[in-house]
């Protein structure tokens, strides 16, 4: 499984940005994907995750209420629409499937937020 993130970039606080995460390969073992991000000096954490079929979703409670994972019609793709961000939001981004027991990840992708 490969994956490949975009959608990051520089946003004020407040502002909003819409990451996007396209996975190809043995796309049809994924089992559930997800957003994690990592910022500086701190481990990775979960950010968002959702099962296969999208019917359940989860949040880390420092995004629930701002954020929102979803999946594309193909199932292949996943998105993270992140509104109201602040400063402690300014992490590398990535994208990860969970599939036939194993974890994939993407490259990553930095969003800075500005206060």
């Known amino acids: 499984v490969q994956l490949v993130e975009s959608g990051g970039g520089l946003v004020q606080t407040g502002g909003s940005l819409r990451l996007s995460c396209a996975a190809s390969g043995s796309t049809f073992s994924i089992d559930a994907m997800g957003w994690y991000r990592q910022a500086p000096g701190k481990q990775r954490e979960l950010v968002a995750g959702?099962?296969?079929?999208?019917?359940?979703?989860d949040y880390a409670g420092s995004v629930k209420g701002r954020f929102t994972i979803s999946r594309g019609n193909a199932k292949n793709s996943i998105y993270l629409q992140m509104n109201s961000l602040q400063p402690e939001d300014t992490a590398v981004y990535y994208c990860?499937?969970?599939?036939?027991?194993?974890?994939?990840w993407g490259q990553g992708t930095q969003v800075t937020v500005s206060s």
């Open positions: 959702i099962t296969r079929g999208g019917g359940r979703t």
């Open positions: 990860n499937a969970w599939a036939s027991g194993d974890d994939y």
